[in-house]
Every structure is written in C-alpha cells, then in structure tokens.
C-alpha cells in the first residue's frame, strides 16, 4: 500500500521561505514522476511543480523562478523550497506521485493529505 505524508507547511510572511517535505511509503516503480499540486477555496487544484524519476522538472509559470523541487530517491522523498512567497501562494498543497508498471500501461495516482502554506502580507 503507497501512502504520502507531507510535512512543512505553516504560516510565512511575504517574501520568505518554507521547504515542504512529502515522504512515501510502499513500493515504487521505476517509471515515475512526484509533484506538488495546490488548491485555494473554491478553486480547482493545480499543478505547481514536478519531477521524474529521470529529474526532468516541471514547474507552473506563477512559481519559475521562485520554487525548486526535488527529490531524494533512496529516502523516497520529495521536496519543494518555496522562496520569495508571495500572499497568492497561500493553499493547501498537496504530494502527489503518479507511476506505471512499464511504457504503455496506465499511471496510478497516489496523494498525500495536504499541508496549509499561508504567505501574510
């Protein structure tokens, strides 16, 4: 069974940083990507960052530049440092990590709980 924790999130004043944590628990397959997706109130979630398991990275234009993800794969973790936060960043943000058994098969899905960042202004 594949279960994500986050861990990190709180409250920072505008310009400042937090580092959110995501551990994974379970089995992993090599085919593999781990992101961050966040959602505001009455909004739809949306993807902020990602990495592959070959360290391609994605990230959202609001947060280039600003955030960094990352990824450590023997702990099995990833990690996204947010810096120079702004009051739009506030959400729930969430761990995500999608994996497929080989090339051609379908991804699976897996979501952590979610961690309040709140950016004060």
């Not at 937090?18 to 085919?31: N, T």
């Not at 943000?93 to 058994?101: A, E």
């Amino acid at each position: 069974q594949v279960q994500l924790v986050e861990s990190g999130g709180g409250l920072v004043q505008a310009g400042g940083s937090l580092r959110l944590s995501c551990a994974v628990s379970g089995s992993i397959f090599s085919d593999n990507a781990m992101g961050w997706y966040r959602q505001c109130p009455g909004k739809q979630r949306e993807l902020v960052a990602s990495i592959t398991s070959g360290e391609n990275t994605n990230y959202a234009d609001s947060v280039k530049g600003r955030f960094t993800v990352s990824r450590d794969k023997a702990k099995k973790q990833v990690y996204l440092q947010t810096n120079s936060a702004k009051p739009e960043d506030t959400a729930v943000y969430y761990c995500n990590l999608k994996m497929r058994r080989a090339p051609g098969t379908i991804w699976t899905n897996y979501w952590g709980q979610g961690t309040q960042v709140t950016v004060s202004s």
